[in-house]
């Protein structure tokens, strides 16, 4: 929730931290009562009075890059009403970006030393006189402490920053923005940089999301407020009427929503397989030969589980392409959209694959820890005392030396290349590359992570998946359950590798339709392998 008022009124959350250790209570506006005061404000101001003032958009850095909207050779002044975490980290971004800023508080001697020296800090009636443009930096609730200015803000442009909390958000039926609107009907409301955090305003759209989101009902106050945001170094999206004002202020309030379905299934996974290795590991050996193995849930158990749910995971990632290819298939036409399920699962595949490389990368860390536990030490301790009870000098088994050699080889290069794949998935990376390179790395080293994963899997159980012989009924080791997804994704994709599937795949894909009468004819240094993007 976005901070326009005291400091723990979130929009800067980080701010409120910085600037009010001492934990006074601030007023409505952000500001500190007399009788408290608050000096670690005020030096912590001080101390940084002297960055404040630096421009955060260079001359040099205009120059360098021309997409930077060039500063106004004539100053423009806005207003800010609120003196919180937000409203100061605004008026820093808008002086730093050349404008000049008039702040409005109800005690500006107080506050002016929490702002920029070269923001003017004055009575709210005297910082929306001027300015034509005023930023409304403060909370629903207290916007009718400002119908005392309605006739100074006859015919102004008023830009509504705030956010709700998700109770106040499903309890009123119209946005902040919206009921400030109907508060002040003489008054052109503009929603801009509510998604807009403290921390990114101080630190440049670099460090943070850089687009602003606009809502407004006159085209021209939300062309001066776009030229305001591009000035600033943001990228101004418009989104429509007031009414979207809504639909933004939600934006704010999602907490990781393409994650809840793929992190659901990722748990669901891993309570199936956790409950499977704990039943035939440790329930089953208790049961049959009173041997308490109890001490395997936390460690070994677990190391157990995460490949199972990481090797599931990277080949639900291509299950739904496979299956997006037998539907094209088999309607001859590209242009019938998908079921809805399979539209969402080919949507939630990017997630799917870095909750399998986050799996992964646990399982490393937990096989290399296994040695450090003390029932490993004792283990070690036993073989050894049975090898000389046994007088047997040499152990060495050839075949299993090379079984392990292998496995942890055919491992570690799993685990490389599902790193290059979340590497590339980040948008500051996946950027810098065009279609045939993400292509590659996306579609064709994602399928090469999912064979050598399956190698891996099989040099791990080699021989062992039917030689189980201690149970009374017979219990596959886990491993061998988890061969049915990717053993079917693979095959499906060689059998797409046959010739007469693939080109009807890619005349199919190129726009040919089962029952047209147009002839289609691939050209003849078309590809032999339809690259799609994958995780």
């Known amino acids: 929730m976005k901070s326009m008022g005291p400091p723990d009124m979130a929009n800067g959350s980080q701010l409120s931290q910085k600037c009010c250790p001492t934990g006074k209570n601030c007023d409505s506006n952000g500001e500190v009562p007399e009788a408290d005061g608050c000096p670690s404000q005020q030096k912590s101001a001080a101390r940084m009075s002297g960055d404040m003032d630096k421009p955060l958009i260079s001359h040099q850095l205009l120059e360098s890059n021309p997409n930077l909207t060039e500063i106004p050779s004539q100053t423009q002044t806005v207003g800010i009403l609120g003196s919180g975490d937000f409203a100061r980290s605004l008026a820093t971004r808008l002086v730093g970006s050349g404008f000049g800023v008039m702040v409005g508080s109800r005690n500006p001697k107080r506050t002016a030393a929490l702002f920029p020296a070269a923001a003017q800090v004055t009575f709210q009636a005297e910082a929306v006189s001027t300015p034509e443009i005023i930023f409304v930096a403060m909370f629903r609730e207290h916007y009718s402490t400002l119908c005392s200015l309605s006739d100074l803000l006859v015919g102004k442009i008023l830009v509504d920053v705030s956010n709700s909390t998700e109770q106040e958000h499903l309890q009123h039926r119209e946005s902040n923005a919206e009921h400030l609107a109907s508060l002040f009907p003489t008054c052109t409301v503009v929603k801009a940089f509510n998604v807009i955090s403290a921390w990114t305003l101080q630190s440049g759209p670099r460090d943070g999301n850089k687009q602003v989101l ?262 596959p080791p886990t491993f061998t359950l988890t061969l049915l997804v990717p053993c079917v994704v693979i095959l499906a994709k060689g059998l797409f590798l046959l010739p007469c599937l693939r080109r009807r795949l890619a005349r199919i894909r190129r726009g040919w339709e089962k029952e047209s009468k147009v002839k289609f004819v691939l050209p003849t240094d078309y590809p032999r392998t339809e690259k799609t993007s994958h995780v």
């Open 214 to 475: 606009i809502s407004g009902d006159q085209l021209e106050a939300k062309r001066k407020i776009s030229e305001i945001a591009q000035a600033m170094g943001f990228s101004p999206v418009d989104m429509g009427s007031l009414v979207s004002a809504r639909e933004i202020e939600a934006i704010p309030l999602r907490l990781l929503p393409e994650w809840k379905i793929p992190a659901t299934l990722a748990l669901g996974l891993f309570i199936c397989f956790y409950t499977y290795n704990f039943i035939r590991d440790v329930l089953h050996p208790y049961i049959r030969e009173h041997k308490n193995r109890f001490y395997k849930l936390p460690v070994s158990v677990v190391n157990t589980t995460l490949p199972c749910v990481a090797y599931v995971m990277l080949s639900l990632v291509y299950l739904p392409g496979v299956l997006a290819a037998i539907l094209q298939l088999h309607r001859g036409t590209k242009y019938r959209p998908f079921p809805d399920w399979l539209d969402h699962w080919l949507q939630h595949r990017k997630q799917i694959g870095l909750i399998s490389f986050f799996c992964a990368s646990l399982h490393a860390v937990y096989s290399f820890c296994l040695p450090l536990r003390r029932s490993h030490r004792y283990q070690i301790i036993n073989d050894a005392v049975k090898q000389v009870l046994a007088n047997k000098s040499n152990i060495w088994n050839e075949e299993e030396v090379w079984r392990l050699e292998i496995y942890v080889s055919l491992g570690i290069l799993a685990l490389g290349i599902l790193s290059l794949l979340a590497i590339t998935s980040l948008p500051s990376i996946s950027n810098s590359l065009n279609w045939r390179e993400f292509s590659f790395v996306q579609s064709t080293l994602g399928f090469l992570a999912l064979v050598v994963t399956t190698f891996h899997t099989l040099t791990y159980g080699w021989t062992r998946a039917f030689e189980e012989s201690r149970y009374k009924f017979y219990l």
